[in-house]
């Protein structure tokens, strides 16, 4: 049978209905681009999306779900069984229909006392919730994450009402289910690794991406920063909130599914409370049925930006129905504004008319050095130095503790790429200490001061990196490990004593460091191509596509057997898993260190392109000078 399942109904929640059945194809969408950014890479990252494993998956991720989803569904187990202390039941059949029947069986089965991963149908639909106890009549799926957001709230009414509807008819009673929670992995203070902590909520977030406290909050010292960072990121609650019993009665996960809407707050203007529908149940069964007659979609409508989450095609929608603004960045034309354009066309004709850097993104190969100071004194840094440590990061991550200390999902780096230049000529150094790989299968916290002291030069008057909010948390990062792991064995003046000399090399690494993103950040160059967009990869290709002739010129990206960040990680993450031979690490580890490296002398070649415009600017037709003017529509 056809079923319909959740993931139709996130789509009839999520964008017009034309998306329920189908998905735009285009030679140019990936799942994943060769603009991967290691620092956008988390627990919504669809490398760890659980939710659609169970339906479909690129093959090329296969195997590190697999390993990865057992080892969850094992320790889940052994959570509920601990936990509850009841006799439970396991739905195993892969099939559908075998699971229908499988359930339906447990479910009348008095020895059954808790149903995992249960299937229930009704009508021509189905629903899979991770849990149902009978005694407490409650249901409640897993996300192996460890925060929570508004989306959450689709799942749990899908859930809930194709079940209700469901055992009503197995088990005759009008209210088989009163209780609805959410499992997440616990925010803990001490992980243990490969230890996965499960937590029961009952309360789901408001917020459309993972909530933070309040700098207010947090320097009120009522309560500690773990406490207020753990309740907003899981439940998206203040610390009164989480105290005030009648709101937490209130607001419950039940509370909001069975009234079919969700109460998100008051409005600022009219204090009257703000409810956020969700779409029937037996709606939308009839709703995403019809979808299956529609052909065509339109440019992007409101619901394709809603309360709950963007749709995921929503880049592909604009560059079919909205061509003249097809590329440009979120930051030069936000997803509202263009929703809007459907009824105000005048906005886009605007543009078009008046607008000096629409009509300059419209164009090939121009730039604009738009402060030109900016520029000069940016490069002077450069000039003014006498060594410089150029150096890039790789990572690995997993929905679980790594090693001790390290919580679910942080990045642990295990490839360093290091170019030393001193009086603008490159030091040469051996392949595998200037590209330095640790295996991830036997990673350790150790390893931290190694990469520390790989970059570290006690007399580098610069540190150049792409992107330094990245590279320094991650060293922030190793020097928390490195602490935490010291004060197991010892006292806290022998831990400050054996760590101070490593916060020092990291304290000079980032007073010293200039971001090369800076120049394109900031708006001191534009290029016309980028359309405000300023990644390394962007700046690359458009160096390459029109072929200018720089010192340092990379390895087209397209060449390497590693491609970008996700690659990089993906190794990583099979190699720990062991999934990845000792004979086979070998050749990835060659492999890594070309990715690397290249991402390093990108780094430098985006240095010499910068040097080039300087030097021609009153050459170069497509190069131009301007006072500053800020990058906007």
């Given amino acids: 049978m056809d079923w319909i399942r959740f993931k139709h109904y996130l789509k009839l929640s999520t964008g017009q209905p034309y998306f329920i059945w189908n998905k735009i194809t285009q030679s140019n969408k990936e799942e994943f681009d ?41 320790y889940f187990f052994e959570f509920v069984k601990q936990t509850y202390q009841q006799n439970i039941c396991v739905v195993n059949s892969p099939k559908t ?192 049925e019809e979808a299956k007659n529609i052909t065509t979609f339109e440019q992007p409508l409101p619901i394709d930006n809603g309360e709950f989450t963007k749709n995921s095609d929503f880049k592909e929608i604009v560059a079919l129905k909205l061509p003249e603004i097809d590329g440009f960045s979120g930051t030069l034309i936000k997803s509202n504004t263009i929703i809007e354009i459907k009824d105000k066309p005048e906005i886009l004709q605007n543009w078009i008319n008046t607008s ?41 991550s997993l929905p679980y503790p790594a090693i001790d200390f390290s919580p679910p999902y942080q990045q642990l780096i295990f490839q360093a790429s290091v170019i030393v230049t001193e009086n603008g000529k490159e030091i040469k150094q051996n392949f595998d200490d200037q590209n330095f790989v640790i295996d991830p299968k036997t990673y350790k916290w150790e390893d931290c001061f190694k990469i520390i002291d790989k970059i570290y030069a006690s007399d580098a008057d610069l540190y150049v990196v792409f992107n330094k909010g990245y590279e320094h948390s991650k ?18 003046h022998i831990v400050l004593e054996k760590i101070q000399p490593y916060r020092q090399k990291v304290y000079e690494i980032i007073e010293k460091t200039v971001d090369l993103k800076d120049p394109f950040a900031q708006g001191w160059i534009v290029i016309s191509d980028l359309k405000g967009f300023f990644s390394i990869k962007k700046i690359e290709h458009f160096i390459t596509k029109y072929n200018y002739q720089l010192n340092h010129l990379i390895t087209p990206y397209k060449m390497l057997k590693v491609q970008n960040g996700l690659m990089a990680m993906q190794k990583g993450i099979q190699r720990y898993l062991n999934l990845i031979a000792d004979k086979e690490w070998v050749s990835v580890k060659k492999n890594l260190q070309d990715y690397c490296q290249n991402d390093v002398v990108a780094m430098i070649m985006v240095y010499d392109f910068i040097l080039f415009l300087i030097e021609n600017i009153d050459v170069a037709n497509n190069i131009k000078v301007q006072d500053f003017s800020r990058v906007k529509l």
């Avoid at 075998?98 to 808790?114: G, H, K, M, R, V």
């Avoid at 499992?183 to 789901?204: G, R």
């Avoid at 060293?475 to 806290?492: A, G, Q, T």
């Fill in 34 to 74: 060769e603009d991967f950014d290691e620092e956008d890479f988390g627990e919504d990252s669809n490398l760890w999306n659980f939710e659609s494993f169970s339906e479909s998956q690129p093959e090329k991720y296969v195997d590190i779900h697999t390993n990865v989803f057992k080892y969850f569904t094992n």
């Fill in 97 to 288: 229909e075998n699971a229908i029947e499988q359930t339906n069986q447990f479910l009348l089965d008095n020895s059954c006392e808790i149903i995992l991963w249960p299937t229930f149908s009704f009508k021509n639909a189905v629903a899979k919730p991770d849990i149902f106890i009978k005694k407490s009549k409650e249901i409640g799926h897993l996300k192996i994450s460890s925060s929570t957001t508004i989306k959450e709230f689709l799942r749990s009414n899908w859930d809930f009402w194709i079940s209700t509807y469901s055992l009503r008819n197995i088990l005759n009673t009008k209210f088989p289910i009163e209780n609805i929670s959410i499992f997440l992995l616990d925010t803990v203070e001490k992980p243990k690794a490969k230890q996965v902590e499960f937590v029961k909520l009952k309360h789901i977030s408001y917020n459309k991406t993972t909530k933070k406290p309040s700098q207010t909050e947090l320097k009120s010292g009522q309560y500690s920063q773990f406490f207020l960072k753990k309740i907003a990121k899981q439940m998206g609650l203040t610390a009164s909130q989480f105290n005030d019993d009648n709101y937490m009665m209130a607001n419950t996960i039940f509370t909001h599914v069975y009234k079919g809407s969700i109460k998100k707050g008051k409005s600022n203007k009219t204090k009257d409370d703000i409810y956020i529908p969700m779409i029937d149940i037996l709606d939308a069964l009839e709703m995403i």
């Fill in 356 to 396: 000096f850097w629409f009509n300059f993104f419209k164009q090939s190969n121009q730039i604009i050095i738009n402060d030109e100071t900016a520029i000069y004194d940016f490069m002077a840094k450069f000039a003014n130095s006498k060594k410089i440590v150029w150096f890039d990061f790789e990572a690995f």
């Fill in 475 to 492: 060293l922030n990062e190793m020097l928390k490990l490195i602490e935490d792991n010291l004060s197991v064995d010892f006292d806290r």
